[in-house]
């Protein structure tokens, strides 16, 4: 029966990583793409938004611009005097006529030239000699600047002027009268009084203009885009111009609404606009960035693909080495020039080969030489239950035919001996014990795969603080023995400086222990592997002094923190000048 295949056992590693490239590519192009067009959508909805508030803001100040002018206008009538003694005069229909002429007609033409809009300007005179000039049509929309000159009569006739009598407001106010309503107009009517008591009224003048040329601004916005504008009277509440603001909205629509107050005059501008047309552009844009990163994504791909194929034929190099390393040929080595990480695998496997020869060598040739009394301690030290396990668990992948994991095993079986070893050295860098915990994690991989995971946190300035060697796998060889009791565990190895000191931690996720087992253990009572805590404590005091040693912090079923406190000790430290084995001495 044929065997199925596994990407995570058959795979090629090369490809294996291609897949994980071409992942991390994918999900980075659509990382970007997604912030990027986040980005560019408010960016464009920013710039929008801020067009719209600026032109509000620039129509705010038009139309207080434009509405001061017109009461400039209209005081310039009121205060002056040539024009009030022309509305005052009384003579024959020869002399009124020159009068209007000369004196009425000039002053109310020669504000409409000035003003930059169309208005018109209509004077209701009290002085009934004072003949009427033109036929003003309020119904019709204001296409020129014109003016016209008729009877009070014809103001007191309107309601809405009784009303402002009535209630005393018929003196510089802003309305809408007649059909200013209808054609979107605006009115300011200004009494005038006659300049010798400054009571008596003697007309009154009335300027209309329309909204649309106050707010031309805005009003250049398409009505299609739904964006809609209003003029309230902030006295009443009441609309006096509308665009769109009365349609019914959308449904589910959103929108933004601004609202700016007309200083000079008792107005406010009101403008609503669509969230849509703020980031009408969002489709184009989301287009545009799809392209990009697909194309990103291409060019990314074909590169992995040229490197993955590069590192292929090296990794394949290494690979026939280790198979014909497996065969008993250990006479080969690899030949891989430069310092990346196949150079150093490179030099680590024939590293690898020549300590297994030179052992093997030892072993059937000429045996193992006895080092001398400390080494032979510090081997003694070393667990043979771990060995046994690791040399069982060897044979059994073996018989399995698993020849991948059973080189992965020697040769991390190797460096982990090799790093144990390490030339007879006691006090190695910090960095180095590390690497033994990991050479001894990586044979424990090879057992439970990704049952466990371990995190490692090591200040980088601590790396090359020297400490006495195999401190910190005992308790890792703990966690494993007595600590795990599910299916995971998680492993954290941790160092940092306290203030003078070297502070270690050695933390799992496992069962933890009662209060009274943490007693036994820290008075030696309790059973432990030969780099248990009685070992490491004798030793750490006997280096360093009764300051210095272990502490051990669990809870039951919550885990266990080891934490071994060291000073800091450098290359000109009081540490013995002779830190190698007698054995590797002469």
């Known amino acids: 029966m044929a065997r199925r295949f596994s990407i995570r056992n058959d795979?090629?590693?090369t490809y294996k990583m291609m897949i994980a490239y071409l992942a991390l590519v994918l999900v980075t192009d659509i990382v970007i793409g997604y912030v990027s067009y986040g980005m560019l959508v408010k960016s464009r909805t920013e710039v929008a938004e801020t067009g719209i508030r600026a032109a509000l803001e620039q129509t705010r100040n038009n139309v207080d611009y434009r509405m001061t002018e017109i009461r400039r206008i209209s005081d310039q009538l009121f205060s002056n005097l040539a024009f009030q003694r022309a509305l005052q005069h009384h003579g024959d229909r020869l002399s009124m006529y020159y009068t209007m002429i000369d004196d009425i007609f000039p002053e109310l033409q020669a504000p409409l030239e000035l003003f930059g809009s169309p208005i018109r300007l209509t004077l209701y005179a009290v002085n009934p000699q004072i003949g009427e000039a033109g036929r003003s049509n309020a119904e019709s929309p204001i296409a020129r600047s014109e003016f016209f000159v008729q009877s009070v009569d014809v103001l007191k006739s309107r309601p809405w002027f009784r009303q402002m009598q009535a209630s005393g407001r018929d003196t510089n106010v802003w309305i809408q009268a007649d059909t200013d309503k209808d054609l979107d107009n605006i009115s300011l009517i200004r009494k005038l009084v006659s300049y010798g008591d400054y009571q008596t009224a003697i007309g009154y003048v009335r300027i209309t203009v329309n909204i649309d040329s106050l707010i031309g601004n805005l009003t250049k916005y398409p009505k299609e885009q739904g964006m809609g504008i209003r003029v309230i009277d902030r006295a009443t509440g009441k609309a006096m111009y509308e665009r769109d603001s009365a349609l019914p909205r959308?449904?589910?629509k959103t929108y933004l609404n601004l609202r700016e107050e007309a200083a000079e005059t008792p107005f406010s501008i009101e403008v609503q606009v669509p969230r849509e047309y703020l980031s009408k552009d969002a489709k184009r844009l989301q287009r545009t960035l799809g392209l990009i990163c697909a194309a990103s994504f291409a060019v990314m791909g074909g590169i992995g693909f040229a490197v993955a194929a590069l590192s292929g034929r090296r990794m394949k190099r290494i690979v026939s080495l280790v198979r014909a390393f497996q065969d008993g040929k250990l006479d080969r080595r690899l030949e891989v020039n430069g310092n990346d990480e196949f150079g150093l695998i490179a030099h680590s496997f024939n590293s690898m080969a020549a300590s297994i020869q030179t052992l093997i060598q030892d072993v059937y040739r000429q045996g193992i030489h006895r080092k001398q009394a400390e080494l032979e301690a510090l081997q003694a030290q070393i667990n043979p239950h771990f060995l046994y396990n690791t040399l069982s668990t060897i044979s059994s992948l073996n018989n399995l035919g698993k020849k991948k994991e059973?080189?992965?095993?020697?040769k991390q079986l190797s460096r982990f001996y090799r790093l144990t070893l390490n030339n007879g050295q006691v006090i190695i860098p910090l960095e180095k014990e590390l690497q033994q915990v990991s050479?001894?994690?990586d044979i424990q991989r090879v057992k439970y795969a990704d049952a466990f995971q371990v995190y490692v946190d090591m200040e980088p300035e601590l790396q090359g603080v020297k400490i006495i060697k195999l401190l910190l796998q005992p308790f890792v060889e703990n966690i494993f023995k007595h600590a795990w009791f599910g299916e995971t565990i998680a492993i954290r190895l941790t160092a940092k400086r306290a203030g003078n000191d070297l502070e270690l931690k050695v933390i799992d996720t496992g069962i933890g222990?009662?209060?009274e087992t943490v007693e036994r253990v820290l008075r030696g009572a309790a059973q432990s592997n030969a780099y248990g805590l009685k070992n490491v404590e004798e030793r750490i005091k006997l280096r360093y002094g009764p300051d210095y040693g272990v502490q051990i912090a669990s809870v039951y079923g919550g885990g266990?923190?080891?934490r071994l406190l060291l000073p800091i000790r450098?290359?000109?430290?009081?540490?013995?000048?002779?830190?190698?084995?007698p054995g590797n001495q002469g």
């Open 406 to 410: 059973v080189t992965a095993t020697v």
């Open 439 to 441: 050479a001894y994690l």
């Open 513 to 515: 222990m009662r209060p």
């Open 560 to 562: 266990t923190t080891v």
């Open 570 to 581: 450098t290359e000109g430290s009081d540490l013995p000048e002779d830190t190698r084995y």
């Open 11 to 13: 795979l090629p590693f």
């Open 250 to 252: 959308a449904s589910g």
